[in-house]
């Protein structure tokens, strides 16, 4: 099995589309893709476990009401036997002040105020009965009237309620799916650059795929054969192996955008990756220190096979310098070369690939 570097660059940057969008809810390209495939029953499950959620919360509501009736009904009772109590009580309190005789004036004129505030207080508490009681039932009440409301209300709009229930978490995963839906390019792309990692890691050990490879320049490139000047490259996969590099870009691309895209922008995208790849391989300070045997280098470099990889329909078009594959024909056309370099060799030219695109940044002059 090849040996592997990097994520695949589709699938970093859909991470990173997906995070800025507050998407955090898959961790996999197949959840995604999963979550594409099943919106419409997803959408009806929602629907349903609300639906069921406010049927639910209906049947709550009903046992609620009737265990507060019951409660309000028992609070009530408590209340007025308290009051009465204490009424009664204040009646008797009266009654013994009454039986007793003052001789003294002094305690007469005090027994008369007692005998008026008691008079007073049963005058209050039987005036703020129907009050007093009021208030103490009065939460259990309000809450009564809060449920019933909501009671009557799921009973005779039912459709209503679950619209209601549904609002916010329906429009979350229409969110999600508009936002996905933009990042479709994106997912086709990682869904066939995943395809051609499977299909390279069936290589021996002896060859190293890096994913990704990505880099700028302190100073623009000049490219002679495009007249142009190459400030950054980026290709989805560079392959090592005996017979030597294989910088390869990956296009899931459907019949009808073949009919409808150009190759020429990835012909040309590849082409300008080869010249700067071969340019800092085979420079004299990548000779030195990549320690290439002689009879393997001088005179002869080492050689950058440009291939584009169609996951689906391969088109007819055919391209100098720039082989055009299918899947199914990627390992026979690498498998074809004569191996060139001996495992350190390759080993050594891979390690110096992983350090420029860890570096992210070349200084050149």
């Known amino acids: 099995m090849s040996k592997t570097y990097n994520k695949i660059g589709s699938l970093t940057t859909l991470k990173l589309h997906l995070k800025e969008r507050n998407i955090d809810d898959f961790k996999s390209l197949k959840e995604v893709m999963d979550f594409q495939s099943s919106y419409t029953t997803l959408r009806q499950e929602l629907i349903l476990h609300h639906e069921n959620l406010i049927e639910q919360e209906k049947n709550t509501l009903k046992a609620e009401l009737q265990s507060l009736d019951n409660l309000i009904d028992i609070q009530r009772q408590q209340a007025e036997r308290i009051l009465k109590d204490e009424i009664n009580e204040l009646k008797r309190q009266l009654s013994r002040l009454t039986n007793q005789t003052?001789?003294?004036?002094?305690?007469?004129?005090?027994?008369?105020?007692?005998?008026?505030?008691?008079?007073?207080?049963?005058?209050?508490?039987?005036?703020?009965f129907d009050n007093n009681v009021k208030n103490s039932i009065s939460r259990l009440v309000d809450s009564y009237k809060v449920k019933s409301n909501r009671y009557q209300f799921i009973s005779s709009n039912t459709g209503a309620a679950v619209t209601q229930s549904v609002k916010y978490p329906l429009s979350e995963l229409e969110r999600k799916k508009s936002a996905i839906d933009r990042l479709n390019s994106f997912i086709y792309g990682a869904l066939g650059e995943q395809k051609v990692v499977k299909t390279l890691e069936n290589l021996s050990d002896e060859y190293y795929l890096i994913?990704?490879?990505?880099?700028s320049f302190s100073s623009a490139i000049y490219y002679r054969q495009g007249n142009d000047y190459i400030k950054s490259v980026q290709i989805d996969h560079i392959l090592v192996g005996p017979s030597g590099i294989?910088?390869?870009?990956?296009?899931?691309?459907?019949?009808?955008?073949?009919?409808?895209?150009?190759?020429?922008?990835?012909?040309?995208?590849?082409?300008?990756?080869?010249?700067?790849?071969?340019?800092?391989?085979?420079?004299?300070?990548?000779?030195?220190?990549?320690?290439?045997?002689?009879?393997?280098?001088?005179?002869?470099?080492?050689?950058?096979?440009?291939?584009?990889?169609?996951?689906?329909?391969?088109?007819?078009?055919?391209?100098?310098?720039?082989?055009?594959?299918?899947?199914?024909?990627?390992l026979e056309y690498v498998n074809y070369f004569t191996p060139t370099f001996s495992g350190d060799e390759t080993k050594r030219i891979a390690d110096f690939i992983l350090r420029i695109n860890k570096q992210k940044v070349i200084q050149t002059r």
Not at 103 to 126: C, M, P, S, V
Not at 211 to 215: E, L, M
Request: proline share 3%; glycine share 4%; charged share 25%.
């Open 211 to 215: 994913n990704d490879f990505d880099i």
């Open 102 to 128: 003052q001789t003294n004036f002094f305690h007469r004129l005090a027994g008369d105020f007692r005998h008026w505030n008691y008079k007073r207080k049963i005058q209050l508490k039987e005036q703020g």
């Open 246 to 330: 294989f910088l390869i870009e990956t296009k899931n691309w459907s019949k009808k955008s073949l009919e409808n895209v150009s190759l020429h922008s990835p012909v040309q995208q590849i082409r300008r990756t080869s010249f700067v790849l071969f340019k800092l391989l085979n420079n004299e300070m990548s000779n030195d220190h990549l320690c290439i045997d002689r009879h393997h280098w001088g005179d002869i470099k080492i050689p950058v096979k440009n291939l584009i990889v169609f996951t689906g329909t391969k088109p007819k078009e055919e391209f100098q310098y720039v082989k055009i594959l299918t899947l199914n024909e990627l």
